[in-house]
């Protein structure tokens, strides 16, 4: 069996802002170096889902092993794990980096430094990384590579004073950046004579392999048919493949310290491999387990149901699927008065709940509706009890409740000067707190401290089209706070539809409701009586508007004769109209939920 040296390994990631071209370099370094016939090349080689493609955004993360001839004439294994970059994927960033001992740090040499570039670097350092500075789109005729250097030592505080140029799109440079990664980069530390740890770093499913699950070898040597343990949740396996991604799967005989790979062992459920577990042998365990990740927590809370109701065995088995392959999406049967049965879903953000809604329409052909997304919000009972509230309809009894606390988010905004006044205000608007605010060369970096209930609904299009598509925005919960929030429930003739409550702050009810009840006016299709649509608190009704009754003239038969034969027929069909509207059933569309669920301004 044939381990390679230390000193001949490099791990490292790649990190960035979306769209600075993490995966163009990615598929630039497979190419140069080799690992690709020219025929198999296609565009962002590493992201292999359509949605990835379409969307031109990475969401899982991937690794692959290229071998590169340097300079020196050596031969170097080099271990790239491609990272997403957006802030709902972070999870996924931070277990990339604790495999790896480097990170490039690409940075769009026309836009400079972003929100999401500070965040990625700072979980690369916090991983305790070396980095380099490596500045894309050189070619690009509003390159400023001067300015951007200055930047990076500015706002991140590296030195990048010998960052490299290149571009990835035409292949310029990339030359430099494989020397950069052997010569800057620190390589790996190991004992191939200790006991095996390794790091589980990612796993997902195979309809032929079954579980694959991505490792890290840190200490010892992984060999196939090896017993092994999982330390965390006490397993034990028979390894049946072991190897490694050239992007494709080759098998090898082992991996020794330092290296990347991957291995099958007949595990059945990705539900059993969790992510940061240690991997050690089973005759000869190592002494401590590896700190591992902390497991990602939902912050966005939706219910998805089925259009159709006899879809709903379909989208439990569909939701089971992507489980396989996403351990952070999380979900549990609900049912609703207004929309059947289907599931309360967690999410790591409205990215990752649209990307999961978009897979499971497209991938499973469902059609679905969507709840208004919300947060999780602390209860305090006044029995001294805490729960914690995902769906605003099981609020307990406002009479039982001490108070509630809602999440908040520190947020950095990087944003041009010219629209600094419109998303101050937007901040503002959102009851925001404003912490800090410095200028990033020509661009202003503003921290805010925002209640999360904001910033899930619409916030991030807001932002986006208030600057122009210019500012980029990143975050991390906080803390939660006290808030004095109220329930807010929309009656369609007097009966509460509950898949359109929500908490809502308590200066914020009047006009949220105001507004959902003038949408649902013009959604509503009008009925033989006049329907009242109402938003209230409690039974304090806050805001009201009425879907008119449909005309009949019920009088046309009627001419000449006494005018107290009219009046009859006109009192006979009122008295008709009002018990129809006592037991008249409303029919709201499908499309008059999907709409009001669209909250706008």
């Not at 931070?94 to 965040?119: F, H, I, K, P, Y």
């Not at 240690?278 to 939706?302: N, S």
């Not at 950095?412 to 800090?436: E, S, W």
């Amino acid at each position: 069996m044939t381990t390679h040296r230390l000193e001949n390994i490099r791990n490292f990631s790649i990190v960035a802002h979306i769209d600075h071209g993490k995966s163009t370099l990615a598929d630039r370094l497979i190419q140069t170096t080799g690992a690709l016939a020219e025929r198999d090349m296609v565009e962002q080689v590493l992201d292999s889902m359509d949605i990835e493609r379409e969307r031109g955004i990475t969401i899982k993360a991937q690794t692959v092993r290229l071998e590169y001839k340097a300079q020196d004439g050596q031969t170097y294994i080099l271990n790239l794990m491609d990272t997403p970059g957006h802030v709902d994927f972070a999870y996924e960033v931070s277990r990339s980096l604790a495999a790896c001992e480097g990170s490039l740090l690409v940075v769009d040499a026309s836009q400079g430094v972003e929100a999401q570039t500070l965040a990625n670097v700072y979980h690369a350092l916090d991983a305790g990384h070396e980095i380099v500075p490596v500045l894309n789109k050189i070619d690009l005729p509003a390159a400023e590579p001067e300015r951007v250097k200055e930047q990076i030592e500015d706002v991140i505080g590296i030195d990048a004073s010998n960052a490299v140029e290149i571009s990835a799109k035409t292949g310029l440079g990339i030359d430099l950046v494989l020397e950069a990664i052997v010569t800057r980069l620190p390589p790996p530390k190991g004992d191939a004579a200790a006991p095996l740890k390794a790091l589980l770093v990612d796993s997902w499913y195979d309809a032929y392999l079954g579980v694959v699950v991505l490792v890290r070898v840190l200490d010892g040597t992984m060999k196939k048919h090896q017993k092994i343990l999982m330390m965390g949740t006490d397993a034990h396996y028979d390894i049946d493949r072991i190897g490694v991604f050239r992007p494709k799967m080759v098998d090898v005989e082992g991996l020794g310290p330092g290296e990347v790979g991957f291995i099958t062992a007949q595990i059945k459920q990705v539900a059993d491999t969790r992510v940061g577990d240690t991997i050690t042998d089973e005759k000869r365990p190592c002494v401590q387990a590896l700190p591992g990740f902390k497991p990602a927590q939902p912050v966005v809370f939706c219910g998805l149901f089925p259009v159709d109701a006899a879809q709903f065995d379909d989208l439990r088995a569909a939701m089971a699927r992507l489980r396989l392959n996403d351990a952070s999406f999380s979900f549990e049967m609900e049912s609703s008065a207004a929309l059947g049965f289907g599931f309360r879903c967690g999410f790591l953000g409205l990215l990752h709940l649209e990307i999961i809604q978009e897979r499971l329409e497209r991938e499973f052909n469902l059609d679905l509706i969507a709840t208004a997304p919300s947060v999780i919000y602390k209860i305090l009972l006044r029995s001294g009890e805490e729960i914690d509230l995902h769906n605003p309809v099981d609020m307990p009894d406002p009479s039982r409740i001490e108070l509630i606390k809602e999440p908040w988010i520190r947020a950095t905004i990087l944003t041009p000067d010219d629209y600094l006044g419109a998303v101050l205000k937007l901040c503002q608007d959102r009851r925001g707190i404003q912490i800090d605010l410095n200028y990033v060369g020509k661009r202003a970096m503003v921290t805010y401290d925002l209640p999360l209930n904001e910033v899930v609904f619409d916030f991030y299009d807001r932002l986006k089209s208030i600057s122009k598509g210019y500012a980029s925005f990143d975050y991390a919960i906080t803390d939660y706070r006290d808030g004095d929030l109220v329930k807010m429930s929309i009656l369609v003739n007097a009966e509460p539809v509950d898949a359109l409550s929500m908490l809502v702050h308590r200066d914020r009810a009047e006009t949220r409701g105001r507004v959902m009840v003038e949408k649902l006016k013009d959604l509503i299709p009008q009925h033989l009586f006049q329907i009242p649509i109402q938003a209230a608190i409690g039974g304090k009704i806050i805001a009201r508007e009425t879907v008119r009754a449909m005309r009949k003239d019920v009088t046309a038969k009627c001419y000449g004769g006494d005018a107290t034969r009219k009046r009859k027929l006109l009192e006979k069909q009122k008295a008709g109209k009002k018990r129809m509207r006592q037991f008249g059933k409303v029919e709201i569309p499908q499309e008059a939920f999907i709409a009001a669920l669209k909250m706008d301004s």
